[in-house]
């Protein structure tokens, strides 16, 4: 009887442990990738801003311009909470990208 006790609460854990977390990781992941779209969002509305007001002439505008121009204020990873320096926006195919470099 012990022996079954044991093996039904070990099972019942294990199975609370399958589903828990996977879905933990996933709530999680999804944050963490909604975090990273809010930033390059917010970015590449100020690089748009900046070349609609003819102050960036480049096609690779950089953060580094942005900043000095009053754009936009330093920048982090949402995650690791590093600032980004030597990134940039650039324009592709009529949609601005942001280009992360380490």
Do not use: G, R
Not at 30 to 46: C, F, G, R, S
């Amino acid at each position: 009887m012990n022996t079954n006790k044991i093996t039904i609460i070990s099972s019942i854990i294990i199975v609370i442990l399958l589903i828990s977390v996977p879905t933990v990781y996933k709530v999680v992941k999804t944050h963490q990738d909604n975090l990273y779209k809010v930033v390059e969002e917010k970015i590449i509305a100020a690089a748009e801003k900046c070349v609609y007001e003819d102050k960036c002439k480049n096609k690779n505008i950089t953060l580094k311009e942005l900043y000095e121009s009053k754009y936009l204020e330093k920048v982090s990873n949402p995650v690791s909470k590093e600032y980004y320096n030597e990134s940039y926006v650039t324009k592709e195919s009529n949609k601005y990208v942001f280009i992360e470099k380490e």
